[in-house]
């Protein structure tokens, strides 16, 4: 329970809220395990695409991945309704103490019910497992991704060649083994050269251009950059067709 602390002169102290606070850590450490439930459920998914195993089983991965989407929404309002309420009493620092629970439920359910599906949008795991799932059925040519993409009819040699040609960095003009994206304009590196660009660029205080021909792009960061796994798994496929062809 959180305590207050009173001067001799009547005068209001301060409510201690280290207690909440040491919870409110643990909850944070919860949201890691979260986390690893996603990227879990994530690389299961891709499995399960690159193995053409029954549609079912990837519908029951995206259903796993909505449940920790929802989960981590929930956790994370939570916390900003309990980090509201102690902002609140301390700015306020009320003659009795208030109580905190309900406080933090009226902020909770507050957050909640502004709830929507396109909250999941926001969430940058769920985002980028729809998007690599998306990525990962086109590299292998899955029928109901080419319909959805207007490209049914086109010729496999075609959708091969371009698949390809996106295996090659941009900038060491080799096939990539550890792929990287750029969240900003979405073109594809090999982590290893493209940290080193960036890096040389900061060194000489500028900024790093995306080396993608073309592209506007003129502010590459580090921090824009995930890795891709459904383009590294199709890599490693293309990589095992050929081998297997020879």
Do not use: W
């Not at 459920?41 to 891709?46: G, I, P, Q």
């Not at 009226?106 to 729809?130: H, P, T, V």
């Amino acid at each position: 329970m959180p305590g207050r602390s009173t001067s001799s002169s009547g005068s209001t102290g301060f409510i201690s809220f280290s207690g909440v606070e040491s919870a409110l850590s643990s909850l944070k450490n919860f949201q890691s395990c979260i986390s690893s439930g996603m990227d879990t459920a994530s690389t299961v998914a891709l499995n399960l695409v690159e193995t053409q195993t029954e549609v079912s089983s990837e519908y029951s991965m995206d259903k796993a991945m909505v449940e920790f989407a929802m989960m981590d929404r929930e956790l994370n309002h939570y916390l900003k309704a309990v980090q509201s309420t102690i902002k609140h009493v301390r700015e306020e620092r009320p003659e009795k103490i208030p109580d905190l629970k309900l406080l933090v439920e009226k902020k909770f359910l507050a957050l909640q019910n502004k709830n929507s599906d396109a909250d999941f949008q926001n969430n940058e795991k769920f985002a980028q497992f729809k998007q690599q799932l998306k990525e990962l059925k086109k590299q292998y040519g899955l029928q109901a991704d080419r319909e959805a993409d207007g490209t049914e009819g086109v010729d496999e040699d075609m959708i091969v060649t371009q698949s390809q040609t996106n295996f090659i960095c941009p900038i060491t003009q080799l096939e990539m083994k550890k792929p990287v994206k750029n969240k900003v304009c979405g073109h594809t590196y090999e982590e290893e050269a493209i940290v080193r660009m960036i890096e040389s660029k900061h060194k000489r205080k500028k900024k790093a251009c995306c080396p993608k021909i073309g592209c506007s792009h003129t502010d590459v960061r580090m921090s824009d950059l995930i890795q891709d796994e459904a383009l590294r798994r199709a890599i490693e496929s293309h990589k095992k067709k050929h081998r297997q062809s020879n």
